[in-house]
């Protein structure tokens, strides 16, 4: 049966659509890829033994630089530290001419305050960088034995997603461009930034009778997102 000249168009027209969806579709996928959360992770520990006192942190808490984390110090150690504090503060503010004898008890409640400030130093840690606690290795009055971890956190500085993608798409990445990150417990899609794109394709991509070349991607978080993210978690990367 002949068909008529608007029926022959219409059926080019509708091929045509066809064909620009397709397309379209491709380019779509080639914009997302699955990735994976990396990090170095900080592990914190006190270089004497003793059983512990405190832990104020848990696992997934975040922490800014400086938090108190735990401590192996006990009660008369930190009692010891501020009735020395304490003594020495009341004579340095007390009216008066200061004697020989004031000024000799001075330096040696410094020196007492020193060495129990120290003391508790070594017992004891706080966050050095702001991160995510990923691990406590320990639980309130454990025996740690000298020098071994008891909790770890991983600096959101050095939190990083990678992936890979074909070359088509690695020509045309490079440093500072924004992407989304997206994950199955996050509330709304992270803001990153690609802070490496490798010149080589990575060793895995070369095996197999039908190999496709892949480059490896890195990107970085928005810092403030950053803290959502925990190491090993599947990512959405989307170009």
């Not at 900080?42 to 033994?49: E, F, G, R």
Request: proline fraction near 6%.
């Amino acid at each position: 049966m002949r068909q008529s000249p608007s029926a022959a168009r219409v059926r080019r027209l509708v091929a045509m659509l066809l064909l620009v969806a397709a397309a379209g579709c491709a380019r779509e996928e080639l914009r997302s890829f699955r990735g994976v959360t990396e990090g170095e992770v900080i592990s914190l520990a006190a270089p004497v033994a003793g059983n512990l006192s405190s832990l104020d942190v848990k696992r997934g808490a975040t922490v800014t630089e400086g938090t108190k984390l735990f401590s192996q110090a006990d009660a008369g150690e930190i009692s010891a530290h501020a009735d020395a504090a304490n003594r020495l503060d009341q004579i340095e503010h007390a009216g008066g001419k200061r004697t020989a004898a004031g000024t000799d008890e001075i330096e040696t409640l410094k020196a007492e305050v020193a060495q129990t400030e120290w003391r508790l130093m070594l017992k004891s840690a706080s966050a050095p960088v702001s991160g995510v606690v990923t691990e406590t290795l320990y639980a309130k009055g454990d025996w740690v034995p000298a020098g071994a971890p008891v909790l770890s956190i991983l600096p959101v500085d050095k939190i990083k997603v990678s992936f890979e993608v074909p070359l088509a798409v690695a020509a045309h990445l490079q440093n500072g461009r924004s992407v989304t990150l997206v994950c199955a417990p996050c509330d709304k899609p992270i803001q990153a930034a690609i802070i490496y794109v490798s010149p080589f394709a990575t060793t895995q991509s070369a095996v197999g009778d039908a190999p496709e070349l892949r480059y490896r991607v890195e990107v970085r978080p928005n810092p403030k997102q950053a803290v959502l993210l925990k190491p090993g978690q599947s990512i959405t990367v989307n170009l």
